[in-house]
């Protein structure tokens, strides 16, 4: 895609204001790499961060960095990145025109999910996804509140409802009739969809302006009157960080006693429901279980490797849609890194051996697994496991004491686990145990639409939590410095 620049803006903020979202998951710092744009006619010298992050060869070609893009006067560029919003189909089938539908969305901080359901039959019979072009203000929720009480948070709650709206027209329901729709979200995204104020959610004691429960319009949400007229229900959360997302997945999901849910995303949110009561708590991960701030992660988009394995002797990986590999997501880069330990190329502190200490592990061509790449999966994984352990201790019960772990999320869907268990995100004990049923919240949300004990048993549900504060226990701490290693 070409776009004329005027003269005299920021290339990042004129793109956004324009509704086009490039990636840019530092948020416009200057230090991820990510935002990169190609000047195609004009002039654009290149800034000092464009000369750190690029190579000489790519600056030459062009190549710059939008966020640190001032225009002296009008260039025409190139946008180079449409494959990083552009998401296959997951289900596709024809709808019977008799029935009633309904709609359903899982919006994620990385991706956005949509499902037409078949009210009539009970069913799921369309899901498309999509990257939450919120992307292009920071690859993580934190970065995006930033961004929020920065003034950005009318443009933050445009990237999302486009991108909802976006997802909503693929799938090509407007001839069908559609009577109501769920979405599923963590409590910060309601905060951006619904465009609230983000200071609650910013810092303790966390009082957010809403934890769902709203009924609105889509028409009003997504400020389209093409849009279908229906209205849209958020599904309730528990806390500022177990949000309608998590409860909308237990909601749906048949639990045993002493059952552990986890959902991996940005934050790790953990549920152990055991002799009655639903003990939560969340663990800021950061992004690098979603592929943001690897050296060359992406979401789960068309090209992300998001397989790797060992095949005689050698290293093979598979891709999202099986395009040309252009990056890695989560459960890639989890396969990648448990290779490379078992490949003995990474020791059990996370250094890697001297011959890719400096330049990494190269998979395929621009597809690499560099040191720091492994320092940011090793925090994220540390904070979940340490996580996990706090939440069954807590509870007074041991690993042999958990019924089944479910692993939930869509990196949860393409996790491996044999993977996450190498690296230590999962216990070898719960190995067994562990199945991942990949998006939860979006099977709950799609639920809601045809069973009408849903809200019945998120109300239970909600009842029953008791939340565990990792920032005020004394064994999180520990626990997290014990699970760096491998
Ligand atoms: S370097 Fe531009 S957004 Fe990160």
């Not at 464009?50 to 009008?74: E, H, M, N, W, Y």
């Not at 599923?184 to 004691?205: E, R, S």
């Not at 890697?352 to 190269?362: A, Q, T, V």
Request: charged residues 20%; aromatic residues 6%.
């Amino acid at each position: 895609m070409q776009m004329m620049i005027p003269s005299g803006v920021n290339v990042l903020s004129f793109l956004r204001e324009k509704g086009v979202f490039v990636p840019a998951h530092c948020g416009g710092a200057g230090a991820c790499g990510k935002c990169v744009i190609k000047v195609i006619a004009g002039s654009l010298p290149p800034s000092e961060c464009d000369k750190r992050l690029l190579s000489r060869q790519s600056i030459v070609s062009g190549a710059r960095l939008a966020c640190k893009a001032f225009t002296a006067s009008p260039v025409r560029i190139e946008i180079n990145d449409a494959s990083a919003f552009n998401t296959p189909d997951i289900k596709w089938e024809q709808p019977d025109k008799s029935h009633t539908f309904g709609l359903a969305a899982d919006i994620g901080t990385t991706t956005i999910a949509v499902s037409l359901v078949d009210i009539t039959a009970k069913r799921s019979i369309r899901t498309v996804s999509a990257a939450n072009a919120q992307g292009s203000f920071g690859a993580d929720v934190i970065t995006r509140i930033g961004a929020a009480l920065s003034g950005e948070k009318a443009a933050l709650r445009k990237a999302v409802t486009k991108s909802l709206a976006d997802a909503v027209g693929r799938l090509d329901c407007a001839s069908l009739e559609l009577t109501k729709m769920t979405i599923a979200a963590n409590t910060a995204m309601y905060h951006m969809l619904l465009g609230l104020d983000c200071t609650g959610i910013a810092k303790a004691p966390f009082e957010p302006a809403t934890l769902g429960g709203e009924q609105v319009s889509l028409q009003a949400l997504i400020n389209d009157s093409a849009a279908p007229d229906i209205p849209v229900t958020l599904v309730r959360g528990i806390s500022p960080f177990v949000g309608g997302d998590i409860t909308s997945g237990l909601a749906c999901t048949q639990l045993a006693d002493n059952t552990l849910l986890l959902d991996l995303g940005t934050n790790g949110e953990a549920v152990l429901f055991s002799e009655g009561r639903f003990i939560c708590s969340s663990a800021a991960a950061g992004p690098a279980l979603e592929g943001g701030e690897l050296s060359c992660g992406m979401g789960g988009v068309n090209g992300a490797v998001c397989r790797v394995y060992e095949h005689d002797g050698r290293l093979r990986f598979d891709t999202i849609g099986s395009a040309p590999p252009l990056g890695l997501c989560g459960s890639g880069a989890v396969d990648l890194l448990a290779c490379c330990i078992d490949k003995g190329y990474v020791d059990k502190q996370g250094v890697f051996l001297d011959s890719y200490f400096e330049n990494g592990f190269e998979l395929a061509s621009g597809v690499t697994l560099t040191q720091q790449d492994i320092r940011e999966l090793q925090l994220a994984k540390a904070a979940i496991r340490a996580c996990v352990d706090t939440l069954i201790s807590h509870a007074g019960k041991k690993y042999e004491d958990i019924s089944q772990l479910i692993i939930a999320g869509g990196f949860g869907h393409f996790l491996d686990i044999q993977s996450a268990c190498k690296i230590g995100l999962i216990p070898n004990a719960l190995k067994c145990k562990a199945r991942a049923v990949g998006n939860t919240s979006l099977k709950g949300a799609e639920r809601s639409l045809y069973d009408e004990r849903f809200f019945g048993r998120l109300d239970d549900i909600i009842s029953r939590a008791e939340t565990v504060e990792l920032s005020s226990d004394e064994g999180f701490k520990a626990r997290f410095i014990e699970n760096i290693g491998f």
